[in-house]
């Protein structure tokens, strides 16, 4: 579940205490890794609550990530609708930057 790259904010956060992004990433890593519930879902769970914050560019690097791990389009649409669900017509169209190229 590595991510190839870190965000902006992490790697900002790298330069002023490396030591706690180590922790942060480790902590990161075993958390959002295959368990009890699969890692795909975990990421989905993470896009959903992305859309219910109104991050939408982290909708849709989440959903990449959740693409990478398995989870097919129609799993990320149904993740969409779960946070329309929660979220209402914000969230959903954040949660529609799943989608976008």
Request: no cysteine; aromatic share 6%; proline share 6%.
């Amino acid at each position: 579940m590595a991510q190839a790259t870190l965000p902006p904010w992490i790697q900002a956060l790298q330069q002023r205490d490396p030591e706690f992004v180590s922790s942060y990433m480790a902590q990161r890593e075993r958390i959002l890794r295959d368990g009890a519930i699969p890692a795909k879902y975990k990421i989905l769970m993470t896009m959903i609550v992305d859309a219910l914050l109104s991050h939408p560019d982290g909708v849709a690097n989440i959903a990449g990530r959740a693409r990478a791990a398995g989870a097919s389009d129609a799993e990320i649409q149904e993740a969409v609708e779960v946070a329309y669900l929660f979220g209402g017509t914000p969230a959903l169209v954040t949660a529609m930057n799943a989608f976008r190229a």
